[in-house]
């Protein structure tokens, strides 16, 4: 081999792990930023890598048996709620006065919950919208319901409240165009409503009814609320919409939104505010319908006044419709308007004239025939839109003034094997960083640094040694922090539990202070080598940090564990293994990468703050062997953990030559650990 000294630097990880098709594209410039694997490791937006932050345990769900689902209620921007969505039950979580997590309790001991209409297979399909103290639920089968943050005392259950969606007068069907007609017996109050043919069902009750009547014709409006026969029912008159009259009319229309099943189930799937209004869509009995609210009155869907004017501020109803019927999935509010996603493409509700959408001036306009994924809700990030476009494709949203469209490109191209097993939920993290985690199937997590201005897009996988089951993202103090629930396997059963994702390891936080274990918790307080509280992880190995050292693991009996001296700070959890493996260094030329023999004889690592970790050197798909990172100075205490190090060690690699070398770097002690570049020192040549 005729041999040429040179070496390769690699100071930016900003395009995070590539698809293994990728490892022949030398020539692009994700290469020279990119990762083999990058597993437990984050991205970071300066460009090196830093290992993730661990998990905290909160509390354990509220029930092992089945899943729960985590949804955020944000209350202001600096105190928001983990809901924790279970068989038929709610339970409450925030960040208490001292900046720890924990469960809402009526009293000690008591969580604090309150009863939904939800069965644990109906939890999955729950989407939601907020405005301030209220949040709107919609399930395609139930009617929606409204919660509210009544109290002053957020631990009790009477401080809040779920009830059914109280909405009055529609939305409605088409006004009837056949002969048959209704009479109401009376103008006010209570009444009966006749029917010339068969018009009533049984779920008829609390359906809406409009009648046009009397001279002049007026529209008054009515709830069905009690069901006789397919030709009567009785209804509550709307006392600021009398009936006209009492003759009979072939003038009226019934509400849109029942409990009946003709055609599927007549219940909107998704919701959210946009301009004021409280816009509700996709039923499966009308998947391509959307309803809006009037105007400052989320209640109330009144079509029109009551001579049949129409106003701007009436209730809108409109449909996403091409050759093709387009199933909405989500609705999100833009500021190019109200966006519906829907299986066969984008929809934009907007007036051309970038003023407010109303009844009259509401035009639907197709931007692409993309679809959307109806597991994954879209979030924002910044101005755009971000949503997955199938299981594993993840498509940004944003406005083109050449194109005068909404469209953008695929995010998970370049890493999409990472999406592979698709994609289940998504939520949003905007400070202290911005990152979009998502779920997949298999229950790990995936996180998207993205900085679209700095070109970072920076995919990374994460596993939790459990089986991540839900996310949301709730901001307390200034900060949005990443809520889960997690299946885990312990002593011999499964477990369900409430985690936090602990926040970045700061510049300036004690090495004793960092975070880098899962399913966590801490003791602080007087000197003591016996630590009780871990229950929660009977049976298991854990990993500990004693006062910044890293402690020998032990095994949690009946709750406790006994170091091997006494300590006032101790972190016990399991251990995050993680991994940075490189991408084969690409020489310069007139070397070609693909048929180039590299021999790496030495490696430069710049690291933050760091601690702990292996290197070894992979030949291809065969692993090297693994050493230690040596750590320990001459002039450092032998009785005392080795101090964070900040600087470039250099480490000694030894091996044959091969087309295929990949430095990989593991990190599984308690420690913070943070790679800002790499710089390798090989012979290459064509042997």
Not at 89 to 111: A, K, N, W, Y
Not at 278 to 301: C, I, M, Q
Not at 441 to 464: I, M, N
Not at 505 to 510: C, T, V
Request: with cysteine; proline share 5%; net charge negative.
């Amino acid at each position: 081999m005729a041999d040429l000294q040179t070496i390769s630097v690699q100071n930016s990880f900003v395009a995070g792990e590539l698809a293994p098709t990728l490892s022949g594209r030398a020539d692009i410039r994700q290469y020279s930023q990119g990762c083999r694997r990058l597993r437990n490791f984050i991205a970071m937006k300066h460009g090196g890598v830093r290992k993730r932050s661990g998990t905290r345990y909160v509390a354990g769900c509220k029930s092992d048996a089945a899943a729960s689902r985590l949804v955020e209620f944000q209350y202001s921007d600096t105190q928001g709620y983990a809901l924790e969505l279970g068989d038929s039950v709610m339970r409450f979580f925030r960040f208490d006065g001292s900046g720890d997590p924990g469960q809402l309790e009526s009293t000690p001991g008591t969580p604090t919950e309150i009863a939904t209409p939800w069965p644990t297979a109906a939890l999955s399909g729950i989407k939601y919208a907020q405005s301030a103290d209220v949040m709107i639920l919609c399930a395609e089968d139930y009617a929606p319901r409204r919660l509210r943050r009544t109290g002053t005392d957020d631990t009790l259950d009477a401080s809040w409240t779920l009830d059914t969606f109280g909405f009055e007068d529609g939305p409605y069907d088409d006004i009837n165009a056949t002969s048959k007609t209704l009479t109401p017996s009376g103008t006010t109050g209570s009444i009966t409503i006749t029917a010339s043919a068969s018009t009533f069902a049984s779920t008829d009750v609390g359906r809406w009814v409009r009648i046009f009547e009397g001279s002049p014709g007026v529209w008054g409006a009515a709830q069905i609320t009690a069901y006789t026969n397919a030709t009567t029912v009785t209804a509550t008159v709307l006392s600021r919409l009398p009936m006209g009259g009492t003759s009979a009319s072939a003038n009226w229309r019934l509400g849109s939104w029942h409990s009946g099943t003709t055609g599927g189930s007549h219940w909107p799937r998704c919701c959210v505010w946009h301009q004021g209004r409280l816009w509700l869509g996709g039923s499966e009995a009308e998947p391509d319908r959307v309803w809006a609210s009037t105007v400052d009155s989320y209640l109330a869907f009144s079509p029109s006044q009551d001579d049949g004017d129409v106003l701007d501020s009436d209730a809108i109803s409109v449909s996403c419709r091409d050759a093709k019927v387009n199933s909405i999935a989500w609705l999100v509010s833009d500021r190019v308007g109200q966006i519906s996603l829907t299986s066969g493409g984008e929809f934009v509700i907007a007036p051309s004239n970038d003023g407010p959408v109303t009844p009259s001036d509401s035009p639907v306009r197709k931007h692409s025939a993309r679809g959307a994924n109806s597991n994954a809700r879209p979030v924002q990030i910044g101005v755009s839109t971000i949503f997955f476009q199938t299981d594993s494709k993840l498509r940004e949203l944003t406005y083109s003034f050449s194109t005068d469209r909404i469209d953008g490109p695929d995010l998970a191209v370049l890493s999409d094997h990472l999406t592979a097993p698709g994609i289940v939920d998504c939520c949003a993290v905007e400070t202290p960083d911005s990152q979009l985690w998502a779920l997949d199937a298999d229950g790990d997590l995936l996180c998207v640094t993205l900085e679209r201005e700095q070109q970072v897009v920076a995919w990374s996988k994460h596993s939790v040694s459990g089986e991540v089951e839900s996310i949301a993202v709730v901001r307390s103090g200034g900060k949005d922090h990443l809520w889960m629930t997690v299946a885990r396997q312990v002593d011999g059963g499964t477990v369900r539990y409430v985690e936090v994702l602990q926040q970045a390891f700061g510049n300036d936080a004690a090495q004793a202070d960092s975070w880098f274990l899962d399913c966590a918790i801490r003791y602080e307080g007087t000197a003591a080598d016996t630590i009780t509280g871990l229950d929660h992880l009977e049976g298991e190995t854990v990993s500990i940090l004693a006062d910044g050292a890293t402690h020998p693991p032990l095994t949690v009996s009946g709750g406790e564990i006994t170091l091997g001296y006494e300590a006032e700070n101790v972190l016990i959890g399991l251990p995050i293994e993680s991994e940075l493996a490189m991408l084969p260094p690409a020489p310069q030329a007139p070397f070609d990468t693909r048929h180039v023999l590299r021999s790496l004889k030495a490696c430069h690592l710049q690291l933050h703050r760091s601690l702990g970790g292996r290197f070894r050197w992979d030949e291809g798909e065969t692993a090297g062997t693994a050493y230690a990172i040596p750590w320990r100075r001459s002039t450092q205490a032998m009785n005392a953990a080795p101090p964070l190090y900040t600087g470039t060690l250099e480490l000694d690699i030894f091996g044959s030559p091969d087309r295929d070398p990949s430095l990989v770097i593991t990190h599984s002690d308690p420690q913070p650990f943070s790679v800002l570049a790499v710089g390798l020192r090989m012979e290459v040549g064509y042997g």
